[in-house]
C-alpha cells in the first residue's frame, strides 16, 4: 500500500510536526483513538490523552529532534519500525543535552477518514537520562 519513498516523507512530515512542540498539532498525526506506550510508562490513550502528555513534556523544552538511523515497513508499509536518536533540550539545562537511542514502531491507518494518522505507537527507550535532567518528572 505504502512505497519505502511515501513512507520515508511520512516519517519526516510526522517528526516535523513532533518535533515542533506544538501539542494543537498533535490531531494531525494521531488518530482520535491512537495509543501509545513510551517505555515504562502508563499508557496514554486518545487524542486528549496524547496531547495532555506532551504539553508537560514539551513544557521542560528548548528543542527536541529525532535522526533517522534505520526505517523499515511491515504490512504493506502500514507497521512502521524506527531506530532512531533522540536529542532533548532542556529549559532547565539547556547547556547540556541528552541524546538516547530509541526503537519505534508505529501502526498507521490504511484507509478511511483517519488515513495515514498513527493509530498505534510504542516507543522503546530508556528514559533514565532525561528524567534526570528533569528532577525524575
Known amino acids: 500500500m505504502y512505497t519505502q519513498e511515501e513512507t520515508e516523507a511520512w516519517i519526516k512530515g510526522f517528526f516535523d510536526v513532533f518535533d515542533g512542540l ?38 521542560r523544552l528548548l528543542n527536541q529532534s529525532h535522526k533517522l538511523v534505520r526505517l ?7 507497521g512502521i519500525y524506527a531506530t532512531l536518536e533522540i536529542t532533548f533540550t532542556f529549559k ?31 516507543i522503546y527507550e530508556d528514559l533514565g537520562p532525561v528524567k534526570e535532567k528533569i528532577g525524575g518528572h
Not at 538516547?100 to 495515514?116: N, Q
Request: proline letters at 9%.
Open 22 to 59: 506544538d501539542p494543537s498539532r498533535m490531531p494531525s498525526i494521531f488518530t482520535k483513538t491512537a495509543f501509545c506506550k513510551i517505555a515504562n510508562e502508563p499508557n496514554v490513550v486518545g487524542i486528549e490523552a496524547i496531547q495532555n502528555h506532551v504539553t508537560g513534556m514539551f513544557s
Open 92 to 122: 532547565n539545562h539547556p547547556e547540556d543535552p541528552v541524546t538516547i537511542p530509541s526503537l519505534t514502531y508505529f501502526e498507521r491507518v490504511p484507509k478511511g477518514e483517519e488515513e495515514g494518522k498513527v493509530k498505534t505507537l510504542m
Open 72 to 78: 523499515d515497513t511491515v504490512r504493506d508499509g502500514t
